[in-house]
């Protein structure tokens, strides 16, 4: 069994990084563990596509990160620290209403001041979060397996008007979904548990912030931020999988596209790649699945078809990522904020727009401003069937009425990505398909996932969810010597 590998990990996007340079770290020379890393495309990322042409610098799948500590700890260790960039927290997000870019309400103040809320609405909304809320209920609830979807949750609890002008943009924003088919409990998880520790929202999050576990202690190495503030780094978030990669060299291989796996009778998995120089095979104690979901069901559907079925059943709308560049002289204002959402039923099409130059200032020659837009979604399935050139129309003509001068130029493209399947929909039955996987699982021993579709899309998920499973597999390894 020397030539076995203590751990495969098939996947070098953050999720499958993250874990590798847990597992890398967590060795020590006394007892090194054996680990190897396969990626099926060309380059290391995934989702992270970090562009530079001209002057511009663009990401065309996640914009920034929330700086969770556990991916401020891994930009650290791989020695980034001095090539981390936050915009700055102030900055406000939009919502664009009834033809008008209205702030966000961040604080109680604001909200009361906000003009994106009637003045019934806030009454609601302030009602629902004392604790004034009628019992989930009714025909289609139980039709649904008594789980609430997030349109009927933040209804009840917030109102209408907070559900549509704030709430449904936001789930727009994270996860190009459709409220009315995701599920409250698997996307919003933390605010249902607040509503479920009784007595409404408010009380909620005062009974939760009392039971939270005390906070890490404070590492001088690390920077301190602020919450709201949102990271990335000068050269493009590419930087970090490019910094893992270099980390773990020649554990990492690229353009090994994994086909098929195998268990044997020595508790081990075969795992059969097709790369450049033709079938490659290697055997390993444990292997670690960080693809996609729908690629993830492929591989085990021989070994294990209930989970199979389980991951086959989650759902990837397509949504386009446009990068457009406009001198500034064809902008309305000066941008200054994150972005805006777009309510859907405002006759706007895109789903909101990142003021990306706005937000981190190097990122476009000197006159230029960029805008990152984002079109399609659970809600929009038609998109997938536009060309690029026509995708660019829809999102150019959806600016034009936003944030642009009347006769404003056409745009310089810097990218239309089209995501055929962009992120995994958390919708109703998410958390019993996982249960199915967890339990389906119990008969693979050594095989774990690793991915965003559990628990979690945003890249500090991702990165907290590698070490979580860094330490499962060292300890599963550990209990077979
Ligand atoms: C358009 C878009 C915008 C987003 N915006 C943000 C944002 O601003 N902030 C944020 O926090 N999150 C954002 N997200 C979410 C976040 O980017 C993802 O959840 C995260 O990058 C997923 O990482 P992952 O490693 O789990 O999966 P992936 O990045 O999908 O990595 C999986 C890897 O597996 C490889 N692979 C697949 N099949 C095989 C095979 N058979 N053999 C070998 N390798 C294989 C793939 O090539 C890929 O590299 C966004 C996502 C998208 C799509």
Same mark, same amino acid.
């Not at 690229?254 to 508790?267: A, S």
């Not at 119990?442 to 500090?460: F, H, K, Q, T």
């Given at each position: /069994?020397?030539?076995v590998?203590?751990?495969?990990?098939?996947?070098?996007?953050?999720?499958g990084?993250?874990?590798?340079?847990?597992?890398?770290?967590?060795a020590?020379?006394?007892?090194?563990?054996?680990?190897?890393?396969?990626?099926?495309?060309?380059?290391?990322g995934? +989702?992270?596509?970090?562009?530079?042409?001209?002057?511009?610098?663009?990401?065309?799948? $996640?914009? &920034?990160?929330? $700086?969770?500590?556990?991916l /401020?700890?891994?930009a650290?260790?791989?020695?980034?620290?001095?090539?981390?960039i936050?915009?700055?927290?102030?900055?406000?997000? %939009?919502?664009?209403?009834?033809?008008?870019?209205?702030?966000?309400?961040?604080?109680?103040?604001?909200?009361?001041?906000?003009?994106?809320l009637?003045?019934?609405?806030?009454?609601?909304?302030?009602? *629902?979060?004392?604790?004034?809320?009628?019992?989930?209920?009714g025909?289609?609830? &139980?039709?649904? *397996?008594?789980?609430?979807?997030?349109?009927?949750?933040?209804?009840?609890?917030?109102?209408?008007?907070? /559900?549509?002008?704030?709430?449904?943009?936001?789930?727009?924003g994270?996860?190009?979904?459709?409220?009315?088919?995701?599920?409250?409990?698997?996307?919003?998880?933390r605010?249902?548990?607040?509503?479920?520790?009784?007595? *409404?929202?408010?009380?909620?999050?005062?009974?939760?912030?009392?039971?939270?576990?005390?906070? /890490?202690?404070?590492?001088?190495?690390?920077?301190?931020?602020?919450?709201g503030?949102?990271? &990335?780094?000068?050269?493009?978030?590419?930087? #970090?999988?490019?910094?893992?990669?270099?980390?773990?060299?020649?554990?990492l291989?690229? +353009?090994?596209?994994?086909?098929?796996?195998? $268990?044997?009778? +020595?508790?081990?998995?075969?795992?059969?790649?097709?790369?450049?120089?033709g079938?490659?095979?290697?055997?390993?104690?444990?292997?670690?699945?960080?693809?996609?979901?729908?690629?993830?069901?492929?591989?085990?559907?021989?070994?294990?078809?209930?989970? &199979?079925?389980?991951?086959?059943?989650?759902?990837?709308?397509?949504?386009?990522?446009?990068?457009?560049? %406009?001198?500034?002289?064809?902008?309305?204002?000066?941008?200054?904020?994150?972005g805006?959402?777009?309510?859907?039923?405002? @006759?706007?099409?895109?789903?909101?727009?990142?003021?990306?130059?706005?937000?981190?200032?190097?990122?476009?020659?000197?006159?230029w401003?960029?805008?990152?837009?984002?079109?399609? @979604?659970?809600?929009?399935?038609?998109?997938?069937?536009?060309?690029?050139?026509?995708?660019?129309?829809?999102?150019?003509?959806?600016?034009?009425?936003?944030?642009?001068?009347?006769?404003?130029?056409?745009?310089?493209?810097l990218?239309?990505?089209?995501?055929?399947?962009?992120?995994?929909?958390?919708?109703?039955?998410h #958390?019993?398909?996982?249960?199915?996987?967890?339990k @389906?699982?119990?008969? #693979?021993?050594?095989? %774990?996932?690793?991915?965003?579709?559990?628990?979690?899309?945003?890249?500090?998920?991702c990165?907290?969810?590698g070490?979580?499973?860094a330490?499962?597999v060292?300890? %599963?390894l550990?209990?077979?010597?």
């Open positions: /069994m020397t030539n590998l203590d751990t495969l990990i098939v996947g070098a996007g953050i999720s990084l993250s874990l590798a340079h847990a597992l890398h770290r967590q020590t020379s006394a007892s090194p563990l054996k680990i190897l890393v396969t990626e099926g495309q060309g380059r290391v995934g +989702n992270i596509t970090t562009s530079t042409a001209g002057g511009f610098l663009w990401e065309e799948g $996640p914009n &920034s990160f929330s $700086p969770t500590a556990e /401020m700890k891994l650290v260790d791989v020695g980034l620290k001095q090539e981390l936050f915009a700055d927290r102030k900055l406000p997000r %939009y919502v664009y209403w009834q033809g008008k870019l209205q702030p966000v309400p961040m604080t109680p103040p604001a909200m009361i001041q906000s003009k994106l009637s003045f019934p609405g806030k009454l609601r909304a302030l009602f *629902g979060a004392l604790g004034f809320v009628g019992p989930a209920m025909d289609r609830l &139980s039709q649904q *397996g008594g789980e609430e979807t997030v349109s009927q949750f933040f209804r009840r609890h917030l109102g209408t008007e907070v /559900m549509q002008r704030l709430v449904e943009p936001f789930v727009s994270v996860y190009a979904g459709d409220p009315q088919q995701l599920s409250a409990a698997a996307a919003f998880g605010v249902t548990k607040m509503a479920d520790a009784g007595g *409404g929202l408010v009380a909620g999050a005062l009974l939760s912030a009392k039971k939270r576990p005390q906070k /890490m202690p404070v590492d001088a190495n690390i920077p301190q931020t602020k919450p503030e949102l990271g &990335s780094f000068k050269q493009g978030l590419k930087a #970090l999988p490019e910094a893992i990669a270099s980390e773990l060299a020649d554990r291989k690229l +353009n090994w596209h994994l086909t098929r796996l195998q $268990p044997t009778e +020595n508790k081990t998995y075969i795992a059969e790649f097709s790369t450049p120089d079938q490659k095979q290697v055997e390993a104690r444990t292997v670690v699945l960080t693809t996609p979901a729908y690629v993830t069901a492929e591989l085990l559907e021989p070994l294990q078809p209930e989970v &199979s079925s389980a991951l086959q059943a989650l759902t990837y709308p397509t949504v386009a990522s446009v990068v457009l560049a %406009y001198p500034l002289s064809d902008v309305k204002g000066k941008l200054e904020g994150f805006n959402l777009i309510p859907r039923g405002q @006759g706007i099409r895109t789903l909101g727009t990142i003021w990306t130059s706005s937000l981190f200032p190097d990122r476009a020659p000197a006159g401003q960029t805008l990152t837009s984002y079109i399609g @979604g659970a809600t929009d399935s038609e998109i997938g069937n536009l060309d690029p050139e026509q995708i660019v129309r829809e999102v150019h003509r959806d600016l034009s009425r936003i944030l642009l001068k009347p006769d404003a130029a056409q745009p310089k493209v990218t239309v990505h089209l995501w055929k399947r962009a992120i995994p929909q958390y919708n109703l039955g #958390l019993q398909r996982l249960q199915q996987i967890e @389906g699982l119990e008969s #693979l021993p050594g095989m %774990y996932l690793c991915s965003n579709y559990l628990g979690g899309v945003a890249l500090g998920d990165v907290r969810r070490f979580e499973r330490i499962e060292s300890e %599963y550990q209990n077979q010597q």
